[in-house]
């Protein structure tokens, strides 16, 4: 590795629960000397990616592998809109104190946050702003968050239909461009040794989010006579959002390539499983070490 610091355009895609491995990832990007310069994200990339630029990733990380059951209880506020099974106030409540007010323009690097104008069915860049509102658009998952109202505009997930969004950083002067996407086929299990406390605490709570998003079922689907006995509304949107993203992210992929391409396996863990952070931090880790990111 050269005494050179290298500069770094870096993409985080989206992917629900997964985008916990853009942590790791950006951990060993920063283990390797590089200088992330911009970052573009949708969704969990743009969340992840905002938390970076202002100084308060390792702020939420800890916070995320702290929560404990009754915290993730206490954070989910379900809707009474048809719009969303979550408002997602309380949680970006948190984010808020994490990142304050703070405009995209006045960060130290350059960041964009994608999203959906949901009526005109087009991509909305935020490159100036406010970083809460454009991170809370970008995140706002289809049915789950309920839309984010910017300007007149309803806007939803950016991963609908940018899930990886190379093309905000073509113009970037950096050296390299790495993109994350959290939707790779790989078929390869990994060996990550998670702490007995950490898998108890997360089987516990998965038990109690899908007892609660059973019950916001009932209210959301309040006049379907189905009964949904094998398989959850939760489960078959995140598969649904999976399979939609990963024909997008082809299209996309071929008329834009980054210099180094990560691909966290879209098996890794559910759409919904954010109960999961612990090991997704440790395979974008993992995954990020197999890239030989040291090329230089």
Known sequence: MTKNKQTVSLVLGSGGARGYAHIGVIEEIEKYG????SISGSSMGAMIGALYACGKLQEYKEWV??????????LLDFSLSTKGVIQG???????????????????????????????????????KGKLLDAVRASIAIPTIFTPKE???????????????PIAPTISDNSDLTIAVTLNAKICKNYNIKIPKKVSDKENKIQNIFFKMTKKAEKLFLKDSKDE????????????TIDIMQNAVLDCKMAGYSPDILIGIPNNACGF???????????LGRIIAKEHKLDFK
Not at 100 to 119: H, K, Q, R, W, Y
Not at 121 to 126: C, N
Not at 150 to 156: F, K, Q, T
């Open 228 to 239: 949904l006995n094998d398989i959850n509304m939760v489960s078959i949107l995140g598969k």
């Open 65 to 74: 592998l702290g929560l404990d059951i009754i915290d993730i209880v206490k």
């Open 272 to 282: 919904y499983e954010f109960n999961k952070a612990y090991e997704m931090i440790e």
């Open 34 to 37: 590089y200088e992330i310069k």
């Open 89 to 127: 106030d309380k949680v970006f409540r948190v984010i808020e104190k994490m990142i304050g007010d703070v405009m995209i323009e006045d960060l130290p690097i350059s960041f964009t946050a994608v999203a959906i104008d949901l009526i005109k069915q087009k991509e909305v860049w935020f490159k």
């Open 150 to 164: 910017i300007d007149g505009r309803l806007l939803i997930d950016g991963g609908v239909l940018n899930p990886l």
